[in-house]
């Protein structure tokens, strides 16, 4: 009897499931390239600030990668998770020279809100999944990539956070579901 949770390293996948992933892959494609136009025009920016950025196109990564939960879950969890992972991050860049002026060096200072982020990401994650969880820690981590610009970019952060939550992931979903109710009527017509 094979193990359920064995490592393939090959898998035939069902035609169905390849073409949900098609469906998903189109839509990804139409909004890269909707990107690409309103960036060249310079309308990615709103009032100051920047509605499409990395955040924006992040949301869908994490959105498929939580294959345990429903579709409205992994939407909750991908938006409040990421904007308390930018608002954690932002938080910590913010603090070292807090803690720096108070005469901590800098290494401790960073370690210390480390320490602390890290601890409410994956100690809270039992209370409250919506708002701990791995999407969290994902958007926390990425945010230190650009570390300098993170508190100053945060409102366009979850600003794109949340267009991409919303255009990305909700248009997955009502796609995605569109798709497999097609499917069932087509395979109860078959039936």
Known sequence: MENAHALKFFNKPKKAKMLGLVIVFLWIILWNVIYQVLHTHELTHFGGIEIIN???FLSVTVFFMQEEL????????TLFGGAVGLVIAAGVIKGVPLLMGAGLSKLVALSLLLIVSIALLILL????PFLFNNVGFCYFIVSFVKSGEAVADLPSNLVSLALGCLILNLGCSVLLTLYKKHMMKKHAAKN
């Open 54 to 56: 990395w955040s924006f």
């Open 70 to 77: 429903s579709y409205r879950d992994r939407f909750l969890t």
């Open 125 to 128: 994650q039992p209370i409250f």
